[in-house]
């Protein structure tokens, strides 16, 4: 069949989901149905430093393989492609414009490539964004008109659901909370030095660290080092996250004075963190803010745990369909 990447995206109940979730570190691919059940899933390492077209075709390889796997128990091609890109993405045209954990990906024509390649209709969404799907339709914003999700790796990234809708302002640009310089010096992350980003991001929290007890962490220490190290009693490791945390609260502030939303939810590492970096996030925000505690939101952990990588491949598919059964039916 001739390709048409401009055909109208027609979903079902029954319809199925072929689910990239895309960032510097590792690529979720997920086979799914259009209400979440998930039946196949198979996870690689992103070839981050790869041109755009060879990385490209090291993920579709690894999808074939799912697809194989898919096609042996007799189970339907997918209907549509649901991808969730981190960095600096354009919707309305489906570009990936930048992307700090994705160097060799700039201004690169995402969908229309992934139309030629699986001859499928293809939404795209930001990576905070559809992980704020993700929590909207199954985890903790579920009944929940307006929340903010913090994605904290690679970056620290705002995704913003206002009145059920997704908020991605005008240059696909919105939610980069992280870039805010908080202080004259310190860690970077993928930012700059001083940056929320630095202080407060997963691979910020790795400089962090590094910075304040240089001969505990090496910068080579993974961050799930450092929370396990917390979870033992460590207290340099305590004190790494209490000093995340803080920063964390003080650096949201304009975002809850700004969107009022009813709950903050929070990604990993931060969603397993609650007693040493989420608790103080809570205090930093309750004192720079100056609300009282009933006009606070509710900063919470990230509900779906170790399934939000997935759902968050297919959210942006499932939030293309929840919107059009909607319309139908008022």
């Not at 559809?130 to 339709?137: G, P, T, V």
């Not at 790494?240 to 004075?257: D, H, M, Q, S």
């Not at 608790?279 to 004192?287: D, I, V």
Request: aromatic share 6%; hydrophobic share 40%; glycine share 10%.
């Amino acid at each position: 069949m001739a390709n048409q990447p401009n055909r109208p995206t027609q979903l079902s109940p029954t319809s199925r989901v072929l689910g990239f979730n895309i960032n510097g570190s590792r690529t979720m691919i997920v086979y799914s149905d259009i209400n979440g059940l998930i039946f196949e899933k198979l996870i690689i390492e992103t070839p981050r430093k790869e041109p755009f077209g060879s990385a490209l075709g090291i993920i579709n390889n690894a999808a074939d393989k799912l697809l194989t796997m898919v096609r042996a128990q007799r189970l339907p091609n997918p209907d549509i492609l649901s991808a969730a890109i981190s960095g600096d993405i354009d919707v309305e045209h489906g570009t990936i414009m930048a992307s700090p954990d994705l160097p060799e990906w700039r201004s690169v024509a995402f969908k229309s490539s992934l139309e030629v390649s699986y001859n499928i209709p293809v939404i795209i969404e930001q990576e905070a964004n559809a992980s704020a799907l993700a929590e909207y339709y199954y985890g903790s914003g579920q009944g929940v008109r307006n929340l903010v999700f913090l994605s904290m790796e690679p970056t620290l990234r705002a995704g913003i659901i206002t009145n059920g809708r997704v908020f991605r302002g005008g240059r696909g640009r919105s939610g980069r909370i992280g870039d805010i310089i908080i202080s004259e010096h310190g860690p970077a992350g993928y930012g700059d030095p001083g940056s929320l980003n630095g202080f407060a991001s997963a691979a910020g929290i790795l400089e962090l660290a590094h910075l304040r007890f240089p001969n505990n962490w090496p910068l080579e220490t993974g961050v799930d080092q450092i929370m396990e190290a917390a979870r033992s009693g460590d207290v340099n490791a305590r004190q790494v996250f209490l000093e995340a945390g803080n920063w964390l609260g003080k650096g949201i502030c304009p975002l809850v004075r700004l969107l009022d939303p009813e709950v903050i939810l929070v990604g990993y590492p931060g969603s397993l963190l609650e007693e040493v970096m989420l608790n103080p996030a809570r205090q930093a925000l309750a004192e720079v803010s100056n609300l009282s505690e009933t006009n606070l939101p509710k900063l919470l952990p990230a509900k779906l745990g170790s399934k939000l990588t997935e759902m968050t491949a297919i959210a942006p598919a499932i939030h293309c369909f929840r919107k059009k059964e909607s319309a139908v039916s008022n």
